[in-house]
């Protein structure tokens, strides 16, 4: 099997990312009753499916080692992103999970989707991540891509507000 395309593995986990990288750092209020529902959201992948982002994943539910391909555009148009998930949690105060890249992916680096509870019973959705170009689209989309990532990240948090919204 192929190997992630990018060093330091799990970063995104800690928060701590690496100098060097571009980085996305996008944080949005939830209702506070939806923890749940979010948190099953994102590690189902419903939150990326209800995006408008097709995914085809190993299993239905996020887990350490299980693939996944996010395609986003149509016909010739399509990007494909293969993932692997390097890490994910699903306690009384998180649930998410971080992927990394893979060989054929646009760019190289690690993204991370959390709901996450703190102690005054708030709910927050995060999106961390850092990459960098890799193929030609990245390359060739200049600050265009770095937009795309951040849009990108903010489009998920309003998803998973309409998702809890709903629910």
Same mark, same amino acid.
């Given at each position: 099997?192929?190997?992630?395309?990018?060093?330091?593995?799990?970063?995104?986990?800690?928060?701590?990312?690496?100098?060097?990288?571009?980085?996305?750092?996008?944080?949005?209020?939830?209702?506070?009753?939806?923890?749940?529902?979010?948190?099953? !959201?994102?590690?189902?992948?419903?939150?990326?499916?209800? &995006?408008?982002? @097709?995914? =085809?994943?190993?299993?239905? $539910? *996020? %887990?350490?080692?299980?693939?996944?391909?996010?395609?986003?555009?149509?016909?010739?148009?399509?990007?494909?992103?293969?993932?692997?998930?390097?890490?994910?949690?699903?306690?009384?105060?998180?649930?998410?999970?971080?992927?990394?890249?893979?060989?054929?992916?646009?760019?190289?680096?690690?993204?991370?989707?959390?709901?996450?509870?703190? !102690?005054?019973?708030?709910?927050?959705?995060?999106?961390? &991540?850092?990459? @960098?170009? =890799?193929?030609?689209?990245? $390359? *060739? %989309?200049?600050?265009?891509?770095?937009?795309?990532?951040?849009?990108?990240?903010?489009?998920?948090?309003?998803?998973?507000?309409?998702?809890?919204?709903?629910?």
């Amino acid at each position: 099997m192929p190997a992630l395309t990018y060093p330091h593995v799990g970063a995104t986990r800690a928060g701590e990312l690496p100098p060097g990288w571009r980085h996305v750092r996008h944080r949005v209020r939830l209702p506070d009753s939806c923890f749940a529902v979010a948190g099953r !959201a994102v590690l189902g992948w419903r939150l990326h499916r209800t &995006a408008g982002i @097709r995914i =085809d994943a190993d299993t239905d $539910r *996020a %887990a350490p080692g299980v693939r996944v391909v996010s395609r986003l555009g149509v016909g010739p148009l399509r990007l494909s992103a293969p993932c692997e998930v390097v890490w994910a949690v699903d306690d009384e105060w998180r649930a998410g999970f971080g992927y990394g890249t893979l060989p054929g992916h646009p760019a190289r680096g690690e993204e991370a989707f959390v709901v996450s509870r703190d !102690a005054a019973g708030q709910v927050w959705f995060e999106v961390v &991540a850092f990459s @960098r170009p =890799d193929r030609w689209p990245m $390359r *060739a %989309a200049g600050p265009l891509g770095r937009a795309f990532q951040h849009a990108y990240a903010w489009w998920l948090g309003r998803t998973l507000r309409r998702i809890c919204v709903r629910a």
